[in-house]
């Protein structure tokens, strides 16, 4: 998809940048985790983002957006 919308060389530049946000996060410190195993940038089939409660308030356990 990337490729036929004349964007393949910069896909990969925007995980890069999303990375280095996620990165940041402590789980210890904001209460929660975040999990990136694949994006289209890097050859994945999507971009899947997983953010999981560690601490705090009783609820879902996890959510993932697309």
């Given at each position: 998809?990337?490729?036929?919308?004349?964007?393949?060389?910069?896909t990969p530049?925007?995980?890069?940048?999303?990375?280095?946000?996620?990165?940041?996060?402590?789980?210890?410190?904001?209460?929660?985790?975040?999990?990136?195993?694949?994006?289209?940038g890097h050859?994945?089939?999507?971009?899947?983002?997983?953010?999981?409660?560690?601490?705090?308030?009783?609820?879902?356990?996890?959510?993932?957006?697309?």
């Amino acid at each position: 998809m990337p490729e036929a919308n004349g964007a393949g060389r910069l896909t990969p530049v925007l995980c890069a940048f999303d990375a280095n946000r996620s990165d940041a996060v402590d789980p210890e410190r904001h209460g929660f985790a975040f999990e990136r195993p694949t994006t289209i940038g890097h050859g994945g089939p999507h971009c899947p983002f997983t953010f999981r409660r560690t601490t705090g308030r009783e609820g879902p356990s996890g959510i993932t957006a697309p």
